[in-house]
């Protein structure tokens, strides 16, 4: 079946752009995930929604960084203000209710000039 | 909260060798440990995965062992091919827990034929 899916796969934005990010999940998967990965870096987390409600979102490094997951279903990322640190892989992950294996989507690749 | 090391960073074999990479993990809460395997350009695929009450997995050519006590686990490829090729990182969580998986810095492993 269709995998995690996120688009757009690359966005380069100018300094204190605004960007948003999409993450379409497995169908049925009630948990979501965002991920920011820094080049030769493993992921690190970044906030985690079961169904609509954002149960962690501990690992947002500024209020710059907002989730939405408003149905529950498809999640968007937004950074406001982009700045040049922002520039990394940005990965989303969907699981199963009450299982612990996460499958990754692709990534944006986002690139702050 | 958790911290997982990951060693070594880069690791060469030459094909048909058997490859290790290994992890420490600080929280002796966490339970399930996964490992991925991800490619240039692409997210995370996941390709085997251990919980705490087992010591040992096997799946095919990959294998991966848990020592609680120790807090270390391993991820072992035999019969290496070109294709496994990749970067490989564990992680760690807490199943039923906070969900978020802790990552490795990873590891570059390069199959020489």
């Known amino acids: 079946g269709a995998g995690v899916s996120q688009s757009p796969r690359y966005k380069v934005a100018k300094r204190g752009q605004d960007v948003a990010l999409r993450c379409d999940p497995i169908?049925?998967?009630?948990?979501l995930f965002w991920y920011q990965q820094a080049l030769g870096q493993g992921p690190e987390f970044l906030t985690y929604?079961?169904?609509?409600?954002?149960?962690?979102k501990s690992g947002l490094p500024s209020d710059r960084f907002f989730a939405e997951r408003p149905e529950g279903s498809v999640s968007t990322l937004k950074i406001q203000r982009t700045q040049q640190e922002d520039s990394a892989v940005y990965l989303c992950?969907?699981?199963?209710?009450?299982?612990?294996?996460?499958?990754f989507g692709p990534g944006t690749r986002l690139l702050v000039l | 909260g958790e911290n997982v090391e990951q060693h070594p960073s880069t690791l060469s074999v030459q094909e048909g060798d058997s490859a290790v990479i290994k992890c420490t993990y600080s929280d002796s809460a966490s339970n399930y440990f996964p490992w991925y395997k991800q490619e240039l350009g692409k997210g995370p695929q996941l390709i085997i995965d251990?919980?705490?009450?087992?010591g040992e997995k096997k799946d095919q050519r990959i294998a991966v062992t848990l020592n609680k006590t120790a807090k270390h686990f391993s991820l072992h490829i035999t019969e290496t091919q070109p294709e496994d090729s990749a970067v490989y990182f564990c992680?760690?969580?807490?199943?039923?827990?906070?969900?978020?998986?802790?990552f490795g810095q990873g590891t570059r492993l390069t199959i020489n034929p």
């Open positions: 992950a969907s699981s199963l209710p009450v299982r612990e294996t996460q499958y």
């Open positions: 929604f079961q169904n609509e409600a954002q149960l962690d």
């Open positions: 251990i919980r705490s009450n087992v």
């Open positions: 169908s049925g998967h009630v948990s």
């Open positions: 992680a760690a969580s807490i199943i039923q827990g906070a969900q978020k998986l802790v």
